[in-house]
């Protein structure tokens, strides 16, 4: 690429060669140092590629060979200008392109963001916003440091951050906490200083409990209700005859497991609403310039019909991004038609629905025992209902009251 345009900034022709003894004349061009290119053979006769400068040179060769050369083409910058040099305005819009390129590439076009899962690159780029960090504003007063900064402090869950400027492209890559410590971190700062008991989160019935710190108040095969202490956050102290002298309030912690049940109910109609497209479609073109839009061919629009869009941001390199993009949109026609499932596809869609919730639990941890939930199928609606038998962890924090006795 960088050969192709030196060539073409000092200009260059393609020449023919026929007569007594062409392949002299190639190997003189060899012998002067004179670089040829595209070199095609046509029976008695050569074409090939030289440069303006290498040209001036060849024609004591030719009378020497005794070949005839014909020029059949021009091509590069000096051949351009000298065609259009009438033409005093292109010069002129030549500078002024120029000039235009130079100060769009003064300016942040295009904000890329990476590595990011759990925060959306909208709710990041709408936080750099409020920091005055948007597209349009000047390379110049980007301070990359600072936005690394800003963003570890705004969201504690980006463990790295790292920002730098690649042409008009402002590049943010970020890495996300994987171990979800973040999560944990989440309760207040006090509920850490002050102790708490462990208790139930669901009713069920204790599988199996294992304290890390504080008192277990249950034991496997014990039946809870929501919100019965599970691990007291008092610890006996006791005296050298195995007394109760006092208590230590703690902390609880420590993970305990029982066997919940979760009530599934779930109902649909038979009869749906249903697309039926007609086959109609409808094009139009968009230009876009910031936040500014302007429709170069607006489609007419159907009755219904659905909207498929692309938009393609314009650049003249990888790195250097203009502020313009061209869209296009898809209009497709459809019509709507009531239709009654079958019960093949009732039953498909139930069970859809049902792994979703089954899918949900298992993200959470759970470990699915026993699936007792029925599907009905009607005539005017499907419903499906029963019960989910889990194994959890039951046990959430809460803080002990400072009135609460530790004798009872």
């Known amino acids: 690429m960088l050969i192709w345009l030196f060539r073409y900034l000092k200009g260059y022709v393609r020449i023919r060669i026929r007569g007594y003894s062409p392949e002299r004349f190639l190997n003189l061009c060899k012998a002067r140092g004179i670089v040829l290119w595209d070199l095609q053979n046509m029976e008695n006769e050569y074409e090939m590629n030289l440069s303006i400068r290498d040209f001036r040179k060849i024609r004591p060769l030719c009378r020497k060979a005794r070949a005839h050369l014909v020029i059949t083409e021009r091509h590069g910058l000096p051949f351009f200008l000298y065609r259009n040099r009438r033409r005093k305005m292109f010069p002129v819009g030549m500078l002024a392109c120029c000039l235009l390129l130079y100060v769009l590439s003064l300016f942040i076009w295009d904000i890329r963001i990476e590595g990011n899962r759990a925060r959306s690159t909208d709710v990041l780029l709408d936080y750099l916003a409020e920091e005055q960090v948007v597209h349009g504003m000047r390379k110049g007063a980007v301070d990359c440091k600072e ?14 951050v790292s920002a730098r400027i690649r ?63 599970l691990i007291d956050g008092a610890v006996e102290i006791r005296d050298d ?39 109609k479609k409808r094009y139009g073109i968009y230009l876009k310039a910031g936040n500014g839009l302007v429709a170069l061919t607006d489609p007419r629009t ?16 990888g790195n250097f ?36 919730f089954l899918n949900n639990l ?40 400072k009135e609460q006795s530790v004798l009872e």
């Open 147 to 160: 936005i690394q900064s800003l963003l570890r402090i705004h969201f504690p869950d980006l463990t790295w």
């Open 167 to 229: 042409g008009t492209q402002l590049i943010i890559r970020v890495r996300e906490n994987q171990d979800l410590e973040a999560e944990v971190q989440k309760a207040p700062v006090e509920m850490k200083e002050e102790t708490a008991d462990l208790c139930a989160e669901r009713p069920g019935v204790i599988t199996s409990i294992l304290v890390r710190s504080g008192t277990a108040r249950v034991q496997p095969g014990d039946e809870v209700e929501a919100e019965t202490v």
């Open 241 to 279: 005859n195995g007394e109760v002298t006092g208590y230590q309030e703690v902390r609880a912690d420590g993970d305990v497991w029982a066997r919940t049940v979760y009530r599934y109910e779930n109902q649909f109609s038979m009869s749906h609403e249903a697309r039926h497209f007609t086959g």
């Open 302 to 317: 159907f009755p219904l019909y659905t909207t498929v869009e692309k938009e393609y941001p314009l650049h003249l390199t």
């Open 321 to 356: 991004y203009l502020p313009l993009s061209f869209g296009t949109l898809e209009r497709a026609e459809y019509e709507l038609y009531t239709e009654k499932y079958t019960k093949k596809e009732a039953k498909a869609l139930a069970e859809t629905d049902l792994n979703e």
């Open 362 to 401: 298992l993200q959470k941890g759970v470990q699915i025992v026993r699936n007792d939930v029925k599907i009905d199928i009607g005539r005017n609606f499907c419903v499906s209902k029963g019960k989910i038998e889990v194994l959890e962890e039951i046990a959430v924090p809460k803080i002990r009251q």
